[in-house]
């Protein structure tokens, strides 16, 4: 089948190569006449592991290529993915300007019969909304083109995005048409396994599906970290009572880890999202709105325990390990490092030094112009001198770092785990001031 996405990004490339690894014939198009160059030479965009290596694959097999024609891109297409930004608006609605300009660009080019898939994640009503545009775009051009609209949301976790889309738990599909259902089975038919399906259901309930997923994940997320923060407060481990409460069947392990609190471009603006779509049609999402509050408090716990440990920041060096706001990503995007950092320089610190493998460029570009922040190229590097040690994503690296080497590079002996990365009592034993979270 003839596919075209739009947008390479986070989704639509992991969207496009990937339907391009399965046998589809595939075109991404973005107006980024730089990103789209360095596609064709392999050079990626983003950091996902094992994307390149297919996106040089299904390149070099003509199954993937790039544009940024949008006129070649719909004609050439039997299904249309949008798969374009949704950023969250001042008032917290997503931003659907985005949507709409490929919805017109897919009104202005489509002929026969072609579908329009929504995998960008949108608020409940875009589908008719964008069904809307098109229609409207159609009869302007004194059209007889034939479409229809579909919700096809994203369930991709960055780090794992390739695995999560080859071997999904569900595919979602929100539709208003046999016709266009029959479509999207063909489209997902090498993914549908007996215990992972294809759900149809309609386009509305598909759209709230992504909302009420992330939602509920992000509220596991905040829930054990306030059991985390009483069980602090009580002299409990949070990490024996979150295992006890794994073993529940009907819970089970998954976002059920103690920390900082959850970041990226998912979690915050769809939580976001829901409360104002809840807002706009006078219902008030108290459960997620304190779902909201709770991981804004959470990331302040860093500098509260660092100074529990050196009361007067002033003129201190501080090391930190890891900058994006999960491992296996580059993902900045509301990350707690920034507000970290932030905090620390108006403290008056004399230097903030920052490692992360992957994420450094990205943090340079999305950051303010900070002050008296030091980029470090070797993770051992960032420790030199430093006053205290503060760690904010679970890289499996300092799981196994030589522990003497770190106490022999620091100055200090503070270290701030706010991933609960490493036991308190091996730490302690080494004269290092452990500080995790909920223990």
């Known amino acids: 089948m003839k596919i075209s996405i739009f947008w390479t990004w986070y989704v639509g490339l992991v969207t496009g190569t990937c339907l391009a690894e399965v046998g589809h ?93 929504n995998k960008s994640t949108v608020p409940v009503g875009t589908g008719d909304e964008c069904y809307a545009i098109i229609q409207e775009w159609i009869k302007e051009r004194g059209s007889d083109a034939r479409f229809d609209v579909v919700s096809n949301p994203e369930f991709l976790k960055e780090g794992t995005a390739i695995k999560d889309f080859m071997v999904p738990d569900r595919v979602v599909c929100g539709v208003s048409s046999d016709h266009a259902q029959g479509l999207m089975k063909e489209v997902y038919a090498s993914f549908a396994r007996a215990d992972k399906p294809i759900i149809f259901t309609d386009v509305k309930s598909a759209e709230l599906i992504k909302y009420a997923a992330n939602s509920f994940l992000a509220t596991k997320i905040s829930f054990i970290n306030e059991i985390a923060n009483f069980a602090e407060m009580v002299g409990a481990n949070v990490k024996d009572v979150a295992l006890w409460i794994w073993l529940d069947q009907r819970i089970g392990p998954r976002f059920l880890h103690a920390g900082i609190g959850y970041g990226g471009s998912c979690f915050p603006k769809d939580v976001q999202a829901l409360v104002a779509s809840g807002e706009q049609m006078g219902y008030d999402f108290q459960i997620v709105r304190a779902t909201e509050k709770v991981n804004a408090q959470q990331k302040t716990l860093p500098i509260a325990k660092l100074k529990k440990h050196l009361p007067d920041l002033t003129g201190k060096k501080i090391a930190i390990r890891w900058l994006a706001f999960k491992p296996k990503t580059d993902d900045v995007r509301d990350a707690p490092s920034h507000g970290v950092i932030q905090s620390l320089l108006n403290e008056w610190v004399a230097e903030v030094m920052w490692f992360d493998p992957v994420a450094m460029e990205e943090m340079k570009q999305h950051s303010p112009v900070w002050n008296d922040i030091t980029y470090v190229e070797t993770s051992y590097e960032a420790l030199k001198d430093a006053d205290a040690l503060i760690l904010l994503t679970e890289w499996d690296e300092f799981r196994n770092i030589t522990l003497s080497k770190v106490k022999e590079l620091m100055k200090g002996n503070v270290v701030v785990d706010g991933r609960n990365i490493r036991s308190r009592e091996k730490l302690e034993s080494m004269w290092f001031a452990y500080e995790g979270v909920g223990r």
């Not at 094992?50 to 040089?56: D, P, Q, Y």
């Not at 299904?79 to 608006?89: D, H, I, K, M, S």
């Not at 659907?96 to 019969?113: I, N, P, Q």
Request: charged share 25%; with cysteine; net charge negative.
């Open 25 to 117: 014939e595939v075109v991404c198009m973005d107006i980024d006449q730089t990103k789209i160059d360095n596609l064709k030479k392999g050079i990626i965009p983003i950091y996902e592991p094992w994307l390149e290596e297919l996106v040089i694959r299904n390149a070099k097999e003509e199954r993937l290529q790039f544009t940024t024609d949008p006129t070649f891109a719909v004609e050439y297409a039997d299904v249309v993915f949008n798969a374009v930004g949704t950023p969250p608006g001042p008032d917290g609605h997503a931003d659907l300007k985005y949507v709409r300009a490929v919805a017109k660009t897919f009104a202005e080019h489509t002929s026969g019969y072609k579908i329009f898939v």
